[in-house]
Structures are given as structure tokens and as C-alpha cells.
């Protein structure tokens, strides 16, 4: 088996992949307002701030569009959004709280017996796994049936609230900000329960009683 040391190098490079195109913005028609063929230059755009600034290791935006660019930062946004709901969940399960009832009626398995993080996959029957990938599927195509509908009334209620184009700009660095710590913070939890098993490892250096899945 993998030692734990190349399991961390494995996951630092996929969360580099996963936030190299990190600071990069989509505002609504941003793509319709520039041509795509146009080379563009993102070092002023929304997240690219100290103390990194404009930071591509990759270089995923080397000869970028404004299309190519707008692409990034929706899966940027969405991984965000997806890793802050991941931190809350397992904050929520860490500290005891589950469901009623069973998750698996064949399998005799009440949520309650099913430990938080990575370790609940060795429990889940694979059925259940399946079905969770499957409704994942099933948002994400519906969502995209309705995304644009979605961002016009986000639009229009920042509108009503009164928002500037300042201040709707500094909500989505602070939501692209928070969702990059996210994904660090996932990660982190995940690769510490790899280590030792027990993922809050700030609990550990504190001294203080650290929830082992």
C-alpha cells in the first residue's frame, strides 16, 4: 500500500489542480461582453489579491479567453461552494449528530452507526454509494437547466439590497476566498485521518479531546 507520505503528496498535487486557476471571475455576461477569441489578461480580476496576487503555476491560463476564463471560475465557485457544504457536514458528524433511522434497510445500518469522513466509505454499501453519485448527477444536470435563471435572480436580489458594483464585487472575493479555505480545510481533514486518525489535528496540538471518526 501507498505510505502516507506519497497519499499526501498525491493530494497536495490534486488540490494544487484544483485551485491553480484560482485567481480568476465570472460576473454574469462577462463571456457575451467580450469576444472569445480575444487573448485576455486576468491579473486585475476578482481573487487575484495579496499576498499571492495572480498566481497560474499550471499556466491554465496561458493564451486563455475570457471563455476559457469564465469556465475556470464557475468550477472554481462550484468546488468552493461543494468543499464549505464538505467542512459543515463533517463538523456536523464529528460532533455526534446524524439522522434517524437507517440508511440501509438490507444492510441493517442506521445512520447513527456510520462513522464522519473518509471512513464512512468503508461502511455504506456500495449501493448506497452508487445512488449518492447518481443524485449528485441528477443536481447537476438540473442545475444546469436553470443556471442562468438562477445567476439573473441572485442578480436582481443584490440589486434590491441595494449592492454597488463594489460591494457585489467584495461578496464574491469574500465567497471565492472562503471556498479556497474550504478546499485546503477538506483536504487537510482528509489526509490527517489518513495519517492517524484523527482528521482535527488543531485538537490535538491544543491538547484538547480530538472526535476520531
Known amino acids: 500500500p501507498p505510505s502516507p507520505f506519497t497519499m499526501i503528496r498525491a493530494l497536495?498535487?490534486?488540490?494544487?489542480?484544483?485551485?491553480?486557476?484560482?485567481?480568476?471571475?465570472?460576473?454574469?455576461?462577462?463571456?457575451?461582453?467580450?469576444?472569445?477569441?480575444?487573448?485576455?489578461?486576468?491579473?486585475?480580476?476578482?481573487g487575484a489579491q495579496p499576498p499571492l496576487g495572480f498566481w497560474?503555476?499550471?499556466?491554465?491560463?496561458?493564451?486563455?479567453?475570457?471563455?476559457?476564463?469564465?469556465?475556470?471560475?464557475?468550477?472554481?465557485?462550484?468546488?468552493?461552494?461543494?468543499a464549505q457544504l464538505a467542512i459543515l457536514g463533517h463538523l456536523v458528524n464529528a460532533a455526534g449528530i446524524r439522522l434517524p433511522g437507517y440508511i440501509s434497510n438490507s444492510a441493517n445500518l442506521k445512520f447513527a452507526d456510520v462513522p464522519f469522513g473518509l471512513k464512512a466509505l468503508s461502511v455504506i454499501p456500495p449501493a448506497g454509494i452508487a445512488q449518492t453519485i447518481a443524485f449528485i448527477g441528477l443536481v447537476e444536470i438540473g442545475y444546469l437547466q436553470v443556471k442562468d435563471s438562477v445567476a439573473a435572480d441572485c442578480e436582481a436580489r443584490m440589486d434590491a439590497a441595494g449592492w454597488d458594483a463594489e460591494t457585489k464585487d467584495r461578496k464574491r472575493a469574500?465567497?471565492?476566498?472562503?471556498?479556497?479555505?474550504?478546499?485546503?480545510?477538506?483536504?487537510?481533514?482528509?489526509?490527517?485521518?489518513?495519517?492517524d486518525g484523527k482528521p482535527y489535528v488543531i485538537n490535538t496540538l491544543l491538547g484538547l479531546p480530538s472526535p476520531e471518526p
Open 174 to 195: 469574500i465567497e471565492l476566498n472562503n471556498g479556497r479555505a474550504a478546499q485546503m480545510g477538506i483536504l487537510a481533514l482528509m489526509v490527517h485521518e489518513k495519517l
Open 56 to 82: 497560474d503555476p499550471l499556466g491554465l491560463l496561458k493564451e486563455a479567453d475570457q471563455e476559457r476564463f469564465d469556465r475556470l471560475r464557475y468550477v472554481e465557485v462550484k468546488h468552493g461552494r461543494i
Open 12 to 46: 497536495a498535487a490534486f488540490a494544487l489542480l484544483a485551485s491553480a486557476s484560482a485567481f480568476m471571475t465570472a460576473r454574469p455576461g462577462a463571456a457575451a461582453a467580450r469576444s472569445s477569441a480575444l487573448k485576455m489578461g486576468f491579473e486585475t480580476e476578482i
